[in-house]
């Protein structure tokens, strides 16, 4: 059987910039990526809004606000190195009454906390001068946000691993990991021998954790996100980004408007249960894995605390009116005719047995093995600083 020093299981932005910064720091280390798809970036990194998040939202001092923060710096340094395009084009945060209005004050202090400068509270007037058909009673100006292409930052990753000497498997799942001090890891009809892996398995993170005999009083649930894109001619109602005051019960941020690189803009997304943990269509069920989300522990007793909000969003998913209505707080002029369906991703969202949900980063060390796994957004973000991190570790075991 092959061997190789470290195993990375997975092919999204966390595991390729997990590979990057092992391979620069030891350009002889023996490096092999396992995906089961046929090529990367299939599914969190492809599928997400390209949003550069600024760190605003996140608790200080949490792995969130840290790792946004620091990643954002190297993923901008990236771009500018390999010749991606990026715009840091700024975003608006935009309470529309009084209740929204102490959420945004929290937001704003929480920014200033994480060290983001020119933050700016706006009022009416000022927020139509950046974004002149949103309306709201107060908003606030995020100047660091921007808009990236993440399958392009990923595929400059694989090729700069590529040219490095990783070994790349596509197409077959992992299925087994056996060993002690060394591991097995057995997929498709091949077998190698690493002395180290690291789990960026994204939705199936969890039980490539348990896989490897970690226990966790957890489970991956994932959440479907649905998007709008506005109509061409339809646009230039949105400048930027523009954003609600999140609910601070959730890790979502509400439905909401992107331009994105190509000019699109996306307006969305919502959050209700897959039915399976790929199942990206409205009605793509994967029975089994439904049926180990729903009648979880953590996820019946998150259901029992949240019914109505769960509700609301099953009902605005098959309801454009619904939607529409969510969309019309932050822009009126938006109608149901403005849109079309746009693509749908499904975040990959550690619940706790005890129902409630991982609001930050997870990341398991063993003796040979890292696990990543609770990483949703601001991930794509975060990736390159999450990979200089778990670099660090491996290297220093190596010694």
Not at 138 to 155: E, L, R, S
Request: one cysteine or more.
């Amino acid at each position: 059987m092959m061997e190789y020093d470290v195993t990375i299981v997975g092919g999204g932005i966390v595991g390729l910039s997990v590979g990057y910064f092992l391979k620069k720091a030891q350009p002889g280390l023996q490096l092999a990526i396992i995906e089961k798809e046929k090529d990367i970036a299939k599914h969190q990194t492809g599928r997400n809004s390209g949003v550069i998040h600024s760190g605003i939202y996140y608790k200080p001092g949490s792995a969130k606000a840290k790792n946004c923060r620091q990643g954002y710096d190297l993923l901008v340094q990236f771009c500018r190195e390999h010749g991606i395009d990026f715009d840091i084009c700024g975003k608006l945060i935009v309470a529309t009454d009084a209740k929204e209005e102490e959420g945004l004050n929290t937001i704003y202090q929480r920014g200033v906390e994480n060290g983001l400068e020119g933050l700016k509270i706006l009022n009416s007037a000022e927020i139509m001068v950046i974004e002149p058909h949103v309306r709201g009673t107060k908003a606030v100006f995020v100047p660091q946000a921007g808009i990236v292409d993440y399958g392009q930052v990923a595929n400059k990753l694989k090729e700069c691993l590529e040219k490095m000497g990783t070994r790349f498997f596509f197409g077959n799942a992992l299925e087994k990991i056996s060993g002690n001090k060394k591991l097995i890891l057995d997929f498709g009809n091949n077998s190698i021998v690493s002395k180290y892996m690291v789990n960026c398995a994204g939705l199936y993170s969890d039980k490539i954790a348990k896989m490897n005999g970690v226990k966790l009083r957890a489970k991956i649930v994932p959440f479907k996100g649905e998007y709008f894109m506005l109509k061409k001619n339809k646009r230039y109602l949105v400048k930027n980004l523009v954003y609600p005051v999140p609910n601070p019960k959730f890790p979502f941020l509400g439905v909401h408007f992107t331009r994105r690189i190509n000019g699109e803009i996306d307006a969305g997304p919502n959050a209700v249960l897959a039915l399976g943990r790929e199942g990206y269509g409205k009605f793509e069920v994967n029975f089994q894995e439904l049926a180990e989300s729903v009648f979880y522990r953590g996820f019946l007793r998150l259901a029992l605390r949240y019914w109505k909000v769960g509700i609301f969003e099953m009902y605005r998913s098959f309801s454009k009116k619904a939607f529409v209505k969510s969309l019309r707080r932050l822009i009126p002029e938006i109608n149901a005719e403005d849109l079309e369906v746009g693509n749908s991703g499904i975040r990959a969202q550690i619940c706790f047995d005890n129902g409630k949900l991982a609001d930050d980063f997870l990341i398991e060390y063993s003796q040979n093995a890292v696990h990543v796994i609770n990483a949703p957004s601001p991930a794509a973000t975060s990736s390159l600083q999450i990979g200089s991190t778990i670099c660090n570790e491996l290297i220093s075991r190596f010694q």
